[in-house]
């Protein structure tokens, strides 16, 4: 890292070819929990009693596929929602479209949503007229919207994949993204339109956090860094790519512990680690789900009547397209060390 565009793109498609194959001679442990839209990248929470998905909404595209993510042309979203793990899913239809936002352009990717004082909030990044990645929300009285986006983006905020996480009467943001998620272009607190990424052996580019603001509509602080620690306390490095951030963060709690779960991108992991403070420092752990096919990965935590499950995405439905992916659903473990059980999600 970093690698030339032309060396990303060669193994992107690479893999696509492979998955491919893949896709035709795998069964999955889990099916899509909808199959008459590509939907990525799903963001589950319980609400009154049943579980609301916010993901994104893949569409068909003659955009190129490289790094930059240009093949995830995405406008719009959809909520999903479920009353029994292995019921019918119900699909809420589209609650907001890049259309109804003034300053996004494009690419309305992985979304979140909380709730706070009868309101329900769905956070989410595209790129701004200038081509920049920032965070949006937008209201809804229901948590299966439609939702109102607010004028103007979250100020301060930059890159992808807000995630929201309630501690106490705290709410915590959490985003990043780098490669397409721009994270690499702001090293220096201000957007550089050059990739800016450290060596092999420095610590890698790390996620943030921001805490919300009371009325959940900006940062209530400028965005700290996360810190991702090895087993001997130092910082996960830039070169250790089956480690170190990528994109996608996820917190939940368990047993009193915080963890921080995230895409480990280019090696295609769901990884994690704990600590005692939702902004940590966290500690790695380990990998919760093994490679999927298609090329990306992106999860959510959730638990639901006493279990807890983890929601994922491949592109078994679409036949290896990475661009078009499907939601899935399953039982997640911790054991009686609090560890995380890895999935396996293909038999």
């Known amino acids: 890292m970093p690698k030339g565009t032309n060396v990303i793109k060669s193994d992107a498609?690479?893999?696509?070819?492979?998955?491919?194959?893949?896709?035709?001679?795998?069964?999955?442990?889990?099916?899509?929990?909808?199959?008459?839209i590509y939907t990525a990248d799903p963001s589950a929470h319980v609400f009154?009693?049943?579980?609301?998905?916010?993901?994104?909404?893949?569409?068909e595209t003659d955009q190129p596929l490289n790094d930059n993510g240009d093949q995830y042309a995405m406008k719009d979203y959809h909520v999903?929602?479920?009353?029994?793990?292995?019921?019918?899913?119900?699909d809420h239809g589209k609650v907001l479209d890049v259309d109804d936002v003034p300053w996004a352009?494009?690419?309305?990717?992985?979304?979140?949503?909380?709730?706070?004082?009868?309101?329900?909030?769905?956070?989410?990044?595209?790129?701004?007229?200038?081509?920049?990645?920032?965070?949006g929300v937008a209201r809804s009285k229901q948590p299966e919207g439609p939702f109102t986006a607010e004028p103007e983006a979250i100020q301060g905020s930059f890159s992808?994949?807000?995630a929201v996480y309630q501690d106490g009467e705290d709410y915590y943001i959490y985003f990043g993204g780098i490669w397409g998620g721009q994270l690499q272009n702001w090293t220096e607190g201000k957007f550089n339109s050059v990739d800016n990424y450290p060596q092999d052996n420095e610590a890698a580019i790390m996620p943030k956090v921001a805490k919300l603001s009371e009325d959940m509509l900006q940062f209530a602080e400028p965005a700290k860094d996360i810190q991702i620690l090895d087993e001997k306390g130092n910082l996960i490095q830039q070169g250790d790519t089956?480690?170190?951030?990528?994109?996608g963060p996820w917190v939940h709690?368990?047993?009193?512990?915080?963890?921080?779960?995230?895409?480990?991108?280019?090696?295609?992991?769901?990884?994690?680690?704990?600590?005692?403070?939702?902004?940590?420092?966290?500690?790695?752990?380990?990998v919760i789900l093994e490679p999927v096919v298609g090329w990306t990965t992106h999860h959510s935590i959730a638990e639901y009547q006493g279990n807890w499950y983890l929601f994922y995405h491949d592109c078994m439905l679409s036949g290896g397209q990475s661009h078009l992916r499907s939601v899935k659903m399953t039982e997640l473990i911790h054991d009686d060390d609090g560890k995380i059980k890895t999935i396996q999600p293909y038999k």
């Not at 696509?16 to 001679?25: E, F, I, T």
């Not at 009154?48 to 569409?59: G, M, V």
């Not at 979304?111 to 990645?133: S, T």
């Not at 991108?265 to 420092?281: F, K, N, R």
């Open 48 to 59: 009154n009693n049943r579980i609301y998905i916010y993901p994104s909404h893949d569409i």
């Open 80 to 90: 999903l929602s479920l009353s029994d793990v292995k019921g019918e899913v119900t």
């Open 242 to 247: 089956q480690r170190r951030f990528f994109e």
């Open 105 to 135: 352009s494009c690419q309305m990717w992985a979304p979140d949503a909380a709730h706070k004082n009868g309101h329900y909030y769905l956070y989410f990044p595209a790129r701004d007229h200038d081509g920049i990645f920032r965070l």
């Open 253 to 286: 709690k368990y047993d009193g512990l915080y963890y921080f779960s995230y895409s480990t991108g280019d090696t295609h992991m769901i990884a994690y680690a704990t600590s005692e403070s939702p902004t940590g420092p966290f500690t790695y752990q380990g």
């Open 13 to 36: 498609e690479l893999k696509q070819a492979m998955d491919l194959k893949k896709a035709n001679n795998l069964i999955a442990i889990a099916p899509p929990l909808v199959t008459h």
């Open 160 to 162: 992808i994949d807000p």
